[in-house]
Structure formats: structure tokens, C-alpha cells
């Protein structure tokens, strides 16, 4: 009966809690830290909205960068506890760099439809190799 009123009520700030099938809403890039040099890289928070339950539930993380193909980042992530998650990417911010484009994309492991991509974060970088 605990684990049934747990799952009623709102989970986290990145997740949505609730009861009923888990239905993935929204990704979203937020900064978390600008970085300094390649060993200090830039970092983002990555935030999942969902509506649902996450009980049982696995996502996997992928990263575009610089117009590049999606990439795995994480897998086996729990949307209830694994959220926000803190990403690198391969640069650290300048206002003089190169801009880079950032998408990221979660997806159910379980269903593949239930799939959400983040708006386009485009910044400037000093890339790393």
C-alpha cells in the first residue's frame, strides 16, 4: 500500500511521479558550469519531464554535438533519481570560440516511440581533442 501512495505522488523536480504508464514529456539543457580548460570542460544539466510512473522504468541518454551523429552517453538511467544529469561536453565556453550545437535525446529502453530530443543549445567553445 506504501509503494502504491508513493507512486501518487509528485516524484522530483526533473521527473513528473504520479500513476500510470510512463510517458516521457520534455528534455531540456540547462548550464551547470562554463569550464576553464579541456581537463575543466563545460558541463549541462540535463532534465527529464515525465508524467507516470518511473517504477521499472530504464532510459538511455544520447548526445549530438557539433552536427555529429547521436551518441550514447548513459544507459540503465532511472528517470526517478538520475535526473538532472550532469553531461560534459568536449570544449569549454568562449565567447570568441567556435559555436557548437548540443542536442540531447532520452529514450525508454522498454519503448523506443516514447523518445524525447531537447531544443538546440547553441554556444561558442574551444574545442577539445
Known amino acids: 500500500m506504501l509503494s502504491f501512495l508513493l507512486a501518487c505522488l509528485p516524484n522530483n523536480l526533473a521527473g513528473g511521479g504520479g500513476g500510470g504508464p510512463f510517458v516521457a514529456v520534455s528534455a531540456n539543457l540547462s548550464t551547470n558550469q562554463d569550464g576553464t580548460d579541456c581537463d575543466d570542460p563545460f558541463k549541462y544539466n ?18 549530438s554535438w557539433n552536427g555529429g551523429a547521436y551518441t550514447t552517453i548513459a544507459t540503465g538511467l532511472d528517470p526517478a533519481t538520475a535526473f538532472p544529469y550532469v553531461m560534459s561536453v568536449d570544449g569549454y565556453y568562449n565567447k570568441f570560440g567556435i559555436p557548437v550545437n548540443t542536442i540531447v535525446r532520452i529514450t525508454d529502453e522498454a519503448d523506443a516511440t516514447n523518445t524525447v530530443t531537447s531544443s538546440t543549445s547553441g554556444l561558442t567553445y574551444t574545442l577539445c581533442a
Not at 540535463?46 to 548526445?63: F, H
Request: hydrophobic share 40%; no cysteine; aromatic share 6%.
Open 46 to 63: 540535463v532534465s527529464l519531464v515525465y508524467t507516470g510512473s518511473a517504477s521499472g522504468i530504464t532510459v538511455k541518454l544520447e548526445r
